[in-house]
């Protein structure tokens, strides 16, 4: 591919600006990125650009990173305050919708996660701390309609969210510290687990203990699509290298396949299209004195159960670029460095 550019309910009171139209009000403006791309197969897929869209978004330090995620952009302003804020954005930057979070009696709510459903459903996954201390870990639904169901989820703290298709939502995290010793609703400690649209447990899966190495369960993606549930995950020593780590697959059945990595040092991104395959954003080698950074898209061949390089022709490679996220076939770039965010489709 050529480019011509580098549970205890709590009360709760969520504001809702949901706009019924796209129009940017006139103190906003958008700089669209141009973006030339050939296109490439891929196991039976191509990505071609999708014209006419993209904007600038600079991503800042310490805050968490925007995703593209039920066919809107995702970015969280205020994230850890009494205040957080998600803003949505559509594939031309213009503000679609707003969602602020306000809970009574809280001196402190952190948002680490959020995704959209396909019908506008908004869910956020952190935890919350009351004046006096006390601490809980929480998910939040946010309907298009602007009700709102809160649910307590200790000792699961959830690091990644995604929509199925059906509405459902999915979650990976972590079991944290529980100083209240809350019984867990899955007594396995599942690190992966599905919710309804409320924000009720319906399913766990991947018990903590059955990891080759408990710190997986702090750094990964997860995305859903064609029926499948993927969570890709890595652990790297201190001195360098992957010591552990691989790609886990849940099917419908609910039966679960363990495929490796592909060879990398880094991931920056994932997801799974429309059609079933899973996507890396793989960095392939660190940065030195005779080279700069390498790094490029990778996709699973389920055959050879082996990750295979996307042909990137010429010196194009995602370098500089992160992908944030897919969602019915679209991929969102984000070129930190540029400081754009590109749209590809995958057919």
Not at 287 to 315: C, F, I, K, Y
Request: contains cysteine; proline residues 5%; charged residues 15%.
């Amino acid at each position: 591919m050529r480019m011509s550019l580098r549970l205890m309910r709590v009360p709760v009171l969520i504001e809702s600006n949901r706009k019924g139209t796209e129009k940017m009000s006139k103190s906003t403006s958008i700089y669209c990125a141009l973006l030339l791309v050939l296109p490439m197969r891929l196991h039976g897929a191509s990505l071609t650009p999708i014209p006419d869209t993209g904007f600038s978004f600079q991503a800042i330090s310490g805050k968490p990173m925007p995703v593209w995620n039920g066919g809107a952009f995702l970015a969280v302003d205020a994230f850890s305050s009494s205040n957080p804020v998600i803003n949505v954005l559509n594939m031309h930057g213009a503000q679609i919708g707003s969602v602020s979070i306000t809970i009574p009696e809280s001196k402190l709510t952190a948002v680490r996660c959020v995704a959209r459903g396909d019908d506008g459903t908004i869910v956020a996954g952190g935890w919350t701390s009351s004046v006096d201390g006390r601490t809980a870990s929480i998910l939040a639904v946010v309907s298009p309609d602007g009700a709102v169901s809160i649910s307590r989820t200790d000792p699961f703290q959830a690091n990644q969210l995604t929509f199925a298709q059906d509405g459902s939502i999915w979650a990976q995290g972590f079991i944290g510290r529980n100083p209240e010793r809350i019984v867990d609703a899955d007594p396995a400690h599942g690190i992966i687990r599905h919710f309804d649209r409320a924000g009720k447990m319906t399913g766990s899966f991947l018990p903590e203990a059955k990891l080759n190495n408990r710190l997986r369960e702090m750094r990964g993606y997860l995305a859903v699509a064609a029926g499948r549930v993927g969570w890709i995950s890595w652990v790297e020593s201190a001195y360098g290298g992957i010591v552990a780590g691989g790609y886990v697959e849940i099917a419908t059945d609910g039966s679960l396949r363990e495929l490796p990595l592909p060879v990398m040092v880094d991931i920056r991104g994932f997801t799974i299209t429309n059609t079933g395959i899973p996507m890396a954003d793989v960095v392939t080698e660190r940065p030195n004195s005779g080279h700069p950074q390498r790094s490029g898209m990778m996709s699973l061949n389920r055959e050879t159960a082996t990750w295979e390089a996307v042909d990137m022709p010429g010196s194009t490679s995602m370098t500089g670029k992160t992908l944030i996220g897919g969602s019915g076939g679209t991929l969102a770039i984000l070129d930190v460095g540029a400081k754009t965010v590109s749209f590809l489709a995958a057919n």
